[in-house]
């Protein structure tokens, strides 16, 4: 936290099962205390698009997998993308196997046409993956670095 915010305590209560569990979990993450990883998972929870404004301006990623044999998959992913250039900042193509792309689209743009862009691609048949992860956009310190970029970037 980069400014003093006020912090407040609450007591949560958890079956001995779990919270040894959520024990182990948050030593293999790093964390060095349960405060911490619990508001990771509050800010992560509060992020997720379906919570969020659909006219919120966002920035994420859509990763999907899919079979590049079924007929006319590629040729109509790409088509999508090609609609949604202003949209898509940039894109990685990994093939997996022989059979199988994993796509990582890099987004960046209002919330509700980001999901539309999503919900298009995961019902192409032959898509077995597509999730949409997004973050706030319009705000500098919600991208956690807490300053803008008046700077050129090497990248457009």
Do not use: W
């Not at 994420?60 to 609609?83: C, F, K, S, W």
């Amino acid at each position: 936290m980069a400014d003093k915010e006020e912090l407040i305590r609450f007591g949560v209560a958890f079956p001995a099962r779990l919270i040894g569990q959520f024990d182990g979990y948050i030593e293999e993450q790093g964390y060095t205390n349960r405060s911490e990883a619990i508001r990771d998972m509050a800010r992560k929870a509060l992020l997720e698009p379906s919570r969020l404004n659909p006219d919120a301006q966002v920035a994420g990623t859509i990763v999907t997998v899919y079979d590049h044999h079924v007929r006319e998959l590629p040729d109509a992913l790409m088509n999508l993308q090609h609609h949604y250039h202003r949209d898509i900042i940039s894109t990685m193509h990994v093939h997996l196997n022989e059979t199988q792309c994993l796509e990582v689209i890099v987004v960046r743009g209002l919330l509700s046409r980001l999901r539309t862009l999503h919900r298009q691609i995961q019902v192409h048949k032959g898509v077995f993956y597509a999730e949409l992860s997004v973050t706030y956009a319009a705000d500098p310190d919600a991208l956690g670095h807490g300053h803008s970029h008046p700077h050129p970037h090497p990248h457009g």
